[in-house]
C-alpha cells in the first residue's frame, strides 16, 4: 500500500526551461509535506515543505503546490540549472500522529540537458 | 556548522551476524529518525528518538533496534542479518518540521 506515490521515474528538462516534479497521496491523515533533493553516495536534501494550511510555498528557483482535493502536490524549479540533475523525492507525514515518520515516494530522476 | 555524522560509511558482514550503526546529529537538535533505503522498497522509516525515548516506529522485525544517549548521538542495531537487510541506513536529525529533516550520507550495509 503505497501512500505517497510519484508516478513518473524520470524527466528530461532542457536548461532554463521549467521542471515539474509531481507526488500523489492517499492518507488524508497527511498534513505536511517535503521535497527532498538526492544525489548519488549522499543523503537526501531538505529542499522546500508546506503545509496543509496552505496551498502554495516558493523559496527562490522552488515552487511547491498543493491541491488538498486532489491530493496532489507538484514542486516546479524555475529556471532548470545543470546542478539540478538528482532524483526529487516528495515526503508526507502527519502532524496530528506527531510528525516523527516520513512517508516518501519513490522518486523521480531528474535531468537537466544543456 | 557540521552536518550529521553517519559511521561507518560502507559495511560488510555475514548472514547471522550483528551490526551496529552510529548516528550523530546536528548540534542542538534533539530528535534523531532512521530510514532504510532499497532499490525496491524506496526510502522506509525505522524509527525515531527523542530526548532518548523512541516516539515511532516503522514496520520492521524485531531485529532492527535503536536507542539514543542523552547527548543526542543515536545507534541502530540489527541482529541475525539476512541478506535482504543489505541497504543504505540514513539517519536525519531535525529541530523542528518545518526545518526539514537533515540527513546523513548513510551507512551502506552489505550482507554476504
Known amino acids: 500500500d503505497q501512500q505517497v506515490k510519484q508516478n513518473s521515474p524520470s524527466l528530461s528538462v532542457q536548461e532554463g526551461r521549467i521542471s515539474i516534479l509531481n507526488c500523489d497521496y492517499t492518507?488524508?491523515?497527511?498534513?505536511?509535506f517535503l521535497w527532498y533533493k538526492k544525489y548519488p553516495a549522499e543523503g537526501p536534501t531538505f529542499l522546500i515543505s508546506?503545509?496543509?494550511?496552505?496551498d502554495k510555498n516558493e523559496d527562490g528557483r522552488f515552487t511547491v503546490f498543493l491541491n488538498k482535493s486532489a491530493k496532489h502536490l507538484s514542486l516546479h524549479i524555475v529556471p532548470s540549472q545543470p546542478g539540478d540533475s538528482a532524483v526529487y523525492f516528495c515526503a508526507a507525514t502527519s502532524q496530528v500522529a506527531g510528525a516523527q515518520k516520513l512517508v516518501f515516494g519513490q522518486g523521480t530522476r531528474l535531468t537537466i540537458n544543456p | 556548522k557540521a552536518g550529521v555524522t553517519q559511521t561507518p560509511r560502507y559495511l560488510i558482514k555475514t548472514r547471522g551476524q550483528q551490526v551496529t550503526l552510529s548516528c550523530s546529529p546536528i548540534?542542538?537538535?534533539?530528535?534523531v529518525s532512521w530510514y532504510q533505503q532499497t532499490p525496491g522498497q524506496g526510502l522506509q522509516f525505522l524509527f525515531e528518538?527523542?530526548?532518548?525515548?523512541?516516539?515511532n516506529k516503522g514496520n520492521f522485525p524485531g531485529r532492527f533496534s535503536g536507542r539514543q544517549f542523552s547527548n543526542s548521538r543515536s545507534e541502530m542495531n540489527v541482529s541475525t542479518l539476512e541478506l535482504g537487510d543489505s541497504a543504505l541506513y540514513l539517519c536525519?536529525?531535525?529541530?523542528?518540521?518545518?526545518?526539514?529533516?537533515?540527513f546523513g550520507s548513510g551507512t551502506r550495509l552489505t550482507v554476504v
Open positions: 528518538y527523542f530526548s532518548e525515548t523512541q516516539r
Open positions: 548540534s542542538g537538535h534533539r530528535s
Open positions: 536525519a536529525s531535525s529541530r523542528g518540521l518545518s526545518y526539514g529533516y537533515t
Open positions: 508546506i503545509s496543509s494550511i496552505k
Open positions: 492518507n488524508s491523515m497527511f498534513d505536511y
